[in-house]
């Protein structure tokens, strides 16, 4: 798409009166993205959707300045602006009701990343929905599936990182613009998946967070997903915002059960009971999108296994010990060992990626 191109395009998701229908309606009315602004009135309310006020919005447009120094911003910044013909495009993102125009975008979207798969959950988790979430992740990503999720605080969060730790690639979807990531602890983590991925959003670069933006930005997550995986979600969690979608656009819904005593498995719980499909492993989810798989052809680099860690027995002692989460001194307790070997044993079973410490206690990272 040439520069002249993408400032008409720019220009049409700058007037608030135009809907996203109705601005796709118009792109494939029209031969190019410049005959729309060249049309008269009259030919552009032959367009389903689109009255006399509108036309006029349009052929009065005259924000050109602003919309040269978007450019700009995304160029200095190294946003790239995709519009919905293109190819980087998502596929299955152009299939949905009312796909964005343009995107925005640090990173690279690539072919196998069009057939992705969503991972969603609440924000609060407990110590089994982030296990169950890092075993499903990494194992997805292990099979060369690109993971989508949202960069929200918890199980969001650890859906990415657990795609980056099997060396797999992971799409996050922001609420807001490029230059507000949100949660603002989660920059790190934004540079880090831009590098193996991408981070998109349909807000222009300096929007802040708004609570209306996140249903929006749930559509796109389970919109350029083949499924959507619901490892742990509370009744009014967010995630069951992106299952609606899921449902609505037609596409696969899965979802983990938990301890029905649990608050944190009242939605998944729920989406299993009205249907969704149960998820014991992740092979429940390859039975369910196997016929995408093919597809993707060489783009997709299957591996029939997680890689397995070496591990000596000393090492396979200690990790046998985590059947939960434990700290130092309840280790040493059931391990026999003295403090100083232990700690030796741990920081290499962290570093061979197997277990994690988080607020003082260890524990394994995959069941």
């Given at each position: 798409?040439?520069?002249e191109?993408?400032r008409?395009?720019?220009a049409?998701?700058k007037i ?30 032959n367009?389903?959707g689109?009255n006399?006020?509108?036309?006029k919005?349009?052929k ?17 910044n190294?946003?790239k602006?995709l ?9 299955l ?24 798969i969503?991972?969603?959950?609440s ?5 089994y929905?982030?296990?169950v979430?890092?075993?499903?992740a ?14 929200a ?49 349909e807000?222009y670069?300096?929007e802040?967070?708004?609570?209306e ?8 997550i ?13 009744e009014?969690s967010g ?12 596409r ?5 059960p ?17 249907g ?15 016929n ?7 783009s ?5 296994n ?11 002692t200690?990790?046998?010990m985590?059947?939960?989460p434990?700290?130092?001194d ?5 391990t ?5 070997k ?14 994690l410490?988080k ?9």
């Amino acid at each position: 798409m040439n520069d002249e191109a993408l400032r008409f395009i720019l220009a049409l998701t700058k007037i608030k009166e135009l809907s996203n229908g109705l601005i796709n309606r118009l792109l494939q009315k029209f031969n190019s993205v410049q005959d729309i602004f060249y049309a008269d009135e009259t030919e552009l309310i032959n367009v389903e959707g689109l009255n006399n006020e509108k036309a006029k919005k349009i052929k009065n447009f005259n924000q050109w300045k602003n919309l040269d120094k978007l450019i700009m911003k995304c160029e200095k910044n190294n946003i790239k602006i995709l519009h919905i013909k293109e190819k980087q495009y998502p596929q299955l993102l152009k299939e949905i009701y009312d796909p964005p125009p343009v995107i925005f975008c640090k990173g690279s979207i690539e072919t196998y990343d069009h057939f992705g798969i969503a991972i969603v959950g609440s924000r609060k988790y407990s110590e089994y929905g982030r296990k169950v979430t890092e075993k499903i992740a990494y194992e997805l990503s292990s099979y060369g599936l690109t993971i989508v999720s949202g960069l929200a605080r918890g199980i969001d969060s650890i859906a990415h990182s657990s795609a980056l730790s099997s060396n797999g690639r992971t799409i996050a979807v922001l609420g807001s613009g490029l230059l507000n990531i949100y949660p603002p602890e989660n920059k790190a983590l934004a540079e880090k998946i831009s590098q193996h991925g991408a981070v998109i959003t349909e807000f222009y670069p300096d929007e802040p967070p708004k609570k209306e933006n996140f249903p929006r930005r749930n559509r796109i997550i389970s919109g350029m997903s083949i499924g959507t995986v619901i490892t742990e979600a509370a009744e009014k969690s967010g995630a069951l915002i992106t299952a609606s979608y899921a449902l609505e656009q037609g596409r696969e819904i899965f979802a983990v059960p938990g301890n029905i005593t649990s608050k944190n498995s009242e939605g998944t719980n729920f989406l299993i009971k009205k249907g969704a499909k149960i998820v014991q492993s992740v092979d429940d989810i390859l039975e369910e999108i196997k016929n995408f798989i093919p597809s993707l052809k060489d783009s997709v680099k299957r591996q029939n296994n997680i890689p397995k860690v070496d591990l000596n027995e000393e090492e396979n002692t200690v990790l046998n010990m985590l059947d939960e989460p434990l700290v130092l001194d309840e280790i040493v307790v059931k391990t026999n060992m003295n403090v100083a070997k232990l700690l030796d044993i741990l920081l290499r079973l962290e570093i061979k990626g197997v277990i994690l410490k988080k607020e003082g206690k260890y524990s394994r990272r995959f069941w």
